[in-house]
């Protein structure tokens, strides 16, 4: 039983750190897309095509924060299943 008990613990360690991995690629997105949609120019107005690399360091932090927000819905789906302790003779 203590080996179920520790899987469990490993598990939820997981899902924690996945969780604040989410988060955190979710705020690190909505920053980089507030910094594309200010870029500025050397005169200091909005340059509309200015920040791409913004653009898609918010492109790529959006999949990360998707990727593991679906992981820890999935998991948490099964987490049910794990928990499980079948008595047979």
Not at 49 to 72: D, I, K, P, R, S
Not at 78 to 83: A, N, Q, S, V
Request: proline fraction near 1%.
């Amino acid at each position: 039983m203590k080996e179920v008990s520790a899987m469990n613990e490993s598990g939820k360690g997981l899902r924690t750190a996945i969780t604040a991995l989410c988060a955190l690629s979710a705020l690190v997105a909505v920053w980089q897309f507030y910094l594309f949609v200010q870029f500025r120019n050397a005169t200091g107005g909005v340059d509309p095509e200015g920040g791409t690399q913004n653009l898609w360091l918010a492109v790529a932090a959006t999949l990360v924060a998707c990727a593991t927000g679906a992981y820890v819905v999935f998991s948490a789906v099964t987490h049910d299943k794990e928990d499980v302790i079948h008595i047979t003779s």
